[in-house]
């Protein structure tokens, strides 16, 4: 399942847009930046409440698909300013991490 | 004489820019075409010594050495120095305060992973002077 896919399916707004066409290969959820660093794997989707420039680091450092920002979690300015530079997908939800990594899932 | 060596000053408490030196060589390290576990156990390790850096230490510099066998960084700051690595090794212990925690990090898992993503780690540090971390990442034949 693609990004875009995802996206439509569970109505996560686009807030950046890297390539959207990207493959999703599983999920990681978590917060504190080193966890998520060595332990989510390319191509997962992260879900998170960090919406912070480090964030954007990581997830390209790791080669996540993408970030979902949940619980409708703030994005930075220059996060997202950082997300556009880099080409990383950002997409926003009013929905937590259980029930949209829930979702995935099932659609993986 | 080494296939590439890059170098980076990593500027103290500008979390903005952290994370750049290590994006930097996971983009030489992709083009020069090494598997990509390699790729990503020098860029945890990186990331993890470079934050650090920002962190703890008011930044410092930083030398990448990249060979076809292996890939050595050395990280040098001159910040505080670590009154105990014993101490500052275990899983979960950090010092960091709490704003920088609310940021993500300061889960006291940096020095550790280094250890576990590298093939050799040392450190030298003295106490109001600052630390010298030399990573080494071997390639596998
Ligand atoms: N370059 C450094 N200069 C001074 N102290 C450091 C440095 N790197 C690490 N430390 C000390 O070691 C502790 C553990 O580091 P680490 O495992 O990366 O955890 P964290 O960065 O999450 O606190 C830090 O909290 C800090 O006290
Ligand atoms: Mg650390």
Known sequence: ?108 | MSLITLHYDVPGDDFTRAGEASGNVKTHLKKLGFNPTVVRNVVIALYEAEINMVIHAGGGEIDVEIDPDQIRMVLTDHGPGIPDVELAMQEGYSTAPDNVRALGFGAGMGLPNIKKYTDDMQIETEIGVGTTMRLRVDVPA
């Open chain 1, 1 to 108: 399942m693609t990004v875009k896919e995802f996206a439509q399916q569970q109505s996560l707004t686009v807030a950046v847009e890297g390539d959207l066409s990207r493959e999703i290969g599983g999920g990681y959820c978590g917060d504190l930046l080193s966890w998520v660093m060595s332990r989510a794997e390319s191509d997962d989707c992260w879900f998170t409440v960090m919406g912070n420039v480090n964030a954007v680091a990581v997830s390209v450092l790791a080669d996540c698909a993408c970030i979902v920002l949940c619980e409708n979690a703030p994005l930075d300015d220059d996060a997202k300013l950082k997300a556009e530079q880099q080409g990383v997908n950002i997409l926003l939800s009013e929905q937590n991490a259980y029930t949209l990594a829930a979702a995935l899932s099932k659609a993986l």
